[in-house]
């Protein structure tokens, strides 16, 4: 069975860094595509970033050049690098898996989700 568990939030002043760390069980690299996704107060949850089987990552608009997802197979850990970051990037993360190859960020298609991580971007 899927688990993931998401650590790494935290309060940072504007301009600062987080790294996001999402522990995953029972998920296989070759065949699943991974996630990062965010809600803040009032709003609809959001991809941010996902890496696909293949390695390729894809990232919103508003978050290239300053996040970074990445995987670190050995330990199994999903991780989000975020520098720079803005009061617009305040939000719970949650990292997904899903069982295909190609990754979205259409947060529909994920049915593996973490319990959330808080980040508070103050300005």
């Known amino acids: 069975q899927v688990q993931l568990v998401e650590s790494g939030g935290g309060s940072v002043q504007a301009g600062g860094s987080l790294r996001l760390s999402c522990r995953m069980i029972?998920?296989?690299?070759?065949?699943?595509?991974m996630g990062w996704f965010r809600q803040a107060p009032g709003k609809e949850r959001e991809g941010v970033a996902c890496?696909?089987?293949?390695?390729?990552?894809t990232y919103i608009e508003s978050v290239k050049g300053r996040f970074t997802i990445s995987t670190d197979t050995a330990k199994n850990i999903l991780y989000l690098q975020m520098n720079s970051l803005r009061s617009e990037d305040t939000a719970d993360y949650y990292c997904a898996v899903d069982p295909q190859t190609w990754c979205t960020l259409d947060a529909g298609r994920y049915h593996n989700w973490g319990q959330g991580t808080r980040v508070t971007v103050s300005s």
């Open positions: 029972s998920v296989f690299y070759s065949t699943y595509s």
């Open positions: 890496l696909a089987a293949t390695g390729t990552e």
